[in-house]
C-alpha cells in the first residue's frame, strides 16, 4: 500500500521528508521492525518509541508515525496528535476495514468476559454457525480449536486487524466475539473496528493502577457502548452498579436489552438452585419460561449463562438452540474448574474483590455442612494496591481458612504484598490463616490442611501456566500442582 493511501483519512498534523513509498507493514517495536514496515513511536507509562526510531529504521522501517519529529534521519513521518491512538486507524486502513464484513460483537467488564464469549460461540454453532472467539486465553476458530497466542486480553490494533482480516478471508468466518479490555478502550486498540453488538458483564473495582479511579474505569468501559451504531444492539447487566448508567450512553437507534435477578429485565433467572453437579434455575424470557440445567456452578455463571442468552436473542437466535448449547457446557478452562475429587478443589482466574467474594459464595454453596471451606490466594505485583486488603477481608469472612501467598509478585516483594493483603484482616489466628509467600509450597500444605469433605478454592492465576517473578518468568499452574499434590484424588 502506498503511503498516502495509508494516511489519506488520517488527521495528522505535518509530513516530513514525504516520499509515496511503498509500505508493506505496520510495526511499533524496533526489534521486529521489519524492511518496507512503517514504524509506529507508541509513547507508553514507560517508554518512548521515538527514543528507538532510529534503531527501526536500521532494521528496515521505510516510514515513522510519529508525535514530533525524530532526528538524523531523512526517511518520511507523519506527525500526529497521538500515535497510541493513530496506530488504530492506519491499521484498519492497511487491513482494508475487515470488521466492516463481519458480526463483531464486543464482550466487556470486569469479570466473566471469558466465559461469556466461550459461551456466545457455542451458541452459533450450535446454530450452525462458525464463529472465532479472541481473548484472554488466545483466538481460536472453533469452540474445539486450539488456541492461538494474544499477548493481551485485546490484541494491539495492527494485530487485531490482521487477526480479524485473516478470519474472514482465510477461514470463511463471518462472526467474531471478542473480549475488550478496559485498557483497549482506553488506548485505542479497537480503533477502527465496527461492532455490531456490545455485552456489559459487571463493573467492579480492579486496574486502579491504570484508571485511577472508579469513574474513569467506567467512562472507558462506556466508549465500547457509546461508539454503537444505530441497528446495533446493547446487551447490559440490569443488576450491576452501573447498570443504569450504560444504558444512558447507548445511542439512540440501538436496541437494549438487560438481564438481571433483581431488578426487572428483559431476561430474568428465577427459582436459582445450586448443587455439586452445577445450577438449575427457570429462565423468563419474552413472556415464556423454560427451565435449565448447567453443569456450571455458582451465581456468576448463571449471569455469564443470561448474557450470552440475551445476546443470542439480540442476535435473533432461538432461545431454545441457545440452551441447548449451554447445557451441554462443562466450563472454561481456569473458571471454577474442578481439578481435584477429595477434597473438591476448584481454580479459578479470581484476582478482583467482586471475583473472589463471587467464587468463595459459589464454593460456600456446594461445601458439605461438615465441610470446610479454605481458599488459597494473593494479589499481583505492579497492579491496583487498593484491593489487597479488601481481598483479605472478603476471605477472612467468606471462607473457613485462608492460605495467603504470591500471584505474579513481578517487581514487587512479595512478602510486602502480602502485607498489604494481611492489614484487611481483623484478626491474623495462626488456626485459621496460614501465610507462604512460595506459591507451589502454599499449595502442598494443603495436603495436610483439607480433608476428603472439604472444599479448596484455589484462586488468581486460573488458565495461566507462569508466575511473573522480579527477573524472570516461570513455568507455574494452579491445576498441576494441586493434581501433584492430591495425586490419587485426580479427576
Known amino acids: 500500500m502506498k503511503l498516502d493511501e495509508l494516511i489519506e483519512y488520517l488527521d495528522y498534523k505535518d509530513l516530513i521528508n514525504f516520499k509515496n513509498i511503498d509500505i508493506t507493514g505496520i510495526s511499533y517495536n524496533s526489534k521486529t521492525t521489519k524492511k518496507g514496515d512503517i514504524f509506529v513511536c507508541l509513547v507508553g507509562e514507560h517508554t518512548d518509541g521515538h527514543e528507538f526510531a532510529l534503531g527501526a529504521i536500521e532494521n528496515g522501517a521505510a516510514a515513522l508515525l510519529v508525535e514530533k519529529k525524530v532526528e538524523g534521519t531523512k526517511v518520511p513521518q507523519v506527525v500526529v496528535s497521538s500515535t497510541r491512538h493513530k496506530i488504530a486507524d492506519i491499521a484498519d486502513r492497511f487491513y482494508s476495514s475487515p470488521s466492516k464484513g463481519i458480526n463483531l460483537i464486543g464482550i466487556t467488564g470486569t469479570n466473566g468476559k471469558t466465559t461469556v464469549t466461550h459461551l456466545i460461540q457455542k451458541i452459533f454453532e450450535e446454530n450452525g454457525q462458525k464463529c472465532a472467539l479472541i481473548g484472554t486465553l488466545g483466538y481460536k476458530l472453533s469452540s474445539n480449536g486450539e488456541y492461538r497466542d494474544a499477548?493481551?486480553?485485546t490484541p494491539q490494533a495492527p494485530e487485531l486487524q490482521a487477526t480479524l482480516r485473516m478470519i474472514k478471508d482465510v477461514e470463511k468466518i463471518d462472526n467474531v466475539v471478542m473480549e475488550v479490555s478496559s485498557h483497549a478502550l482506553e488506548q485505542n486498540r479497537v480503533g477502527g473496528c465496527r461492532f455490531n453488538g456490545a455485552v456489559l458483564t459487571n463493573l467492579t473495582q480492579d486496574h486502579l493502577d491504570y484508571h485511577i479511579t472508579m469513574e474513569n474505569y467506567f467512562k472507558a468501559k462506556a466508549i465500547l457502548f457509546k461508539n454503537l451504531k444505530e441497528g446495533n444492539f446493547a446487551v447490559i447487566n440490569a443488576d450491576d452498579e452501573y447498570g443504569d448508567r450504560f444504558i444512558s450512553e447507548v445511542p439512540e437507534g440501538v436496541r437494549v436489552l438487560t438481564y438481571g435477578v433483581r431488578q426487572q429485565s428483559d431476561v430474568m433467572a428465577r427459582n436459582i438452585n445450586f448443587s455439586m453437579n452445577g445450577a438449575?434455575?427457570?429462565?423468563?424470557?419474552?413472556?415464556?419460561?423454560?427451565?435449565?440445567?448447567?453443569?456450571?456452578?455458582?451465581?456468576?455463571?448463571?449471569?455469564?449463562?443470561?448474557?450470552?442468552?440475551?445476546?443470542?436473542?439480540?442476535?435473533?437466535?432461538?432461545i431454545e438452540i441457545a440452551l441447548k448449547a449451554l447445557q451441554n457446557v462443562k466450563g472454561v478452562a481456569g473458571r471454577f474448574e474442578v481439578v481435584v475429587k477429595k477434597p473438591l478443589v476448584i481454580v479459578d482466574y479470581a484476582h478482583t474483590p467482586d471475583g473472589l467474594e463471587n467464587v468463595l459464595k459459589s464454593a460456600r454453596e456446594i461445601t458439605p455442612k461438615d465441610g470446610k471451606l479454605i481458599c488459597l490466594f494473593g494479589c499481583g505485583g505492579d497492579r491496583d494496591a487498593t484491593k489487597r486488603p479488601k481481598m483479605g477481608s472478603i476471605a477472612e469472612r467468606l471462607a473457613d481458612k485462608i492460605v495467603i501467598t504470591s500471584d505474579n509478585p513481578r517487581s514487587e516483594d512479595p512478602q510486602a504484598i502480602i502485607t498489604d493483603i494481611i492489614a484487611g484482616l481483623k484478626s491474623v489466628n495462626t488456626e485459621s490463616i496460614i501465610v507462604e509467600p512460595d506459591r507451589g509450597t502454599a499449595i502442598s500444605l494443603l495436603k495436610a490442611i483439607a480433608n476428603n469433605n472439604d472444599v479448596v478454592l484455589i484462586a488468581g492465576k486460573g488458565h495461566e501456566d507462569y508466575q511473573i517473578l522480579k527477573d524472570k518468568t516461570i513455568h507455574f499452574d494452579d491445576r498441576e500442582e494441586a493434581r501433584k499434590v492430591f495425586e490419587g484424588s485426580v479427576i
Do not use: Q, R
Request: glycine fraction near 8%.
Open 280 to 318: 438449575e434455575f427457570t429462565l423468563v424470557a419474552n413472556g415464556k419460561e423454560h427451565k435449565v440445567n448447567l453443569h456450571m456452578n455458582g451465581m456468576f455463571s448463571v449471569y455469564n449463562v443470561l448474557a450470552a442468552i440475551t445476546s443470542s436473542i439480540a442476535i435473533g437466535i432461538d
Open 151 to 153: 499477548k493481551h486480553t
